[in-house]
């Protein structure tokens, strides 16, 4: 029987940031403790609209959720993930913005400097060996037919087509919605949001899903603490 355990490397905010409290107030789940918390006041409607961003928890995608290759283990996949962690230098992201892109709603940089994709794709390129293939049926639920050649040619080789030149960094906030409804959510969760700080990354965060629950904090590792 396949292996029905995912992981992902994500980033996730500092536990108990304001960040953090937004994400997984909009969410109402938080990833690190894997339990449910109140919506923030005036936020019980987003409920009906984020039910696929909940099951992953308040993130941004630096390498897309895989099952582990065979003979790897889950410890392989931490020393690899803190490996990279450890001489790593803090990637600055800068202001985030609430957009809407490709009809979820989502926070974005306002600028998205130029060191941010290459940090993505050390990501990618680090756990990838331990990657299992993607099976007939991942692949398809990934749609390649509505991918360009170049996606469908990034899905085959690395299991998942938005990467490298297609990473674009966002902490989803809801569901796809439909045209009429995306900039009422847009500027209600604009103004919940605010200013924001300026954000630095300086930790990575990997995932553990088993099964069909939702993803749980396994570790998160702080940038320049070697293991």
């Known amino acids: 029987m396949r292996d029905a355990t995912r992981y992902a490397l994500y980033y996730t905010p500092d536990p108990g940031s304001a960040l953090a409290r937004f994400g997984n ?100 390129a680090a756990l990838d060996p331990l990657r299992a293939p993607l099976s007939e049926a991942e692949r398809t639920r990934r749609r390649p037919e509505r991918l360009s050649p170049r996606e469908r040619a990034l899905l085959d080789r690395w299991g998942y087509p938005y990467v490298f030149e297609f990473f674009r960094f966002h902490m989803t906030l809801t569901d796809a919605l439909p045209v009429e409804d995306r900039a009422p959510w847009r500027e209600r969760l604009s103004r919940a949001y605010g200013a924001g700080e300026e954000l630095v990354i300086d930790a990575v965060t990997l995932m553990r899903q088993d099964g069909d629950a939702p993803f749980r904090v396994l570790r998160r590792l702080p940038f320049g603490k070697p293991s």
């Open 25 to 124: 107030g909009i969410l109402g789940y938080d990833s690190e403790s894997g339990a449910a918390v109140p919506r923030l006041a005036g936020f019980a409607d987003v409920e009906g609209v984020s039910v696929s961003p909940r099951s992953y928890g308040f993130h941004a995608t630096l390498k897309a959720p895989m099952r582990l290759a065979a003979g790897r283990s889950e410890e392989d996949l931490l020393a690899a993930a803190a490996a990279l962690a450890a001489h790593h230098p803090p990637v600055p992201v800068g202001r985030l913005v609430v957009a809407t892109l490709d009809g979820f709603t989502a926070l974005v940089p306002a600028e998205s400097p130029a060191g941010l994709g290459i940090f993505a794709a050390e990501c990618v």
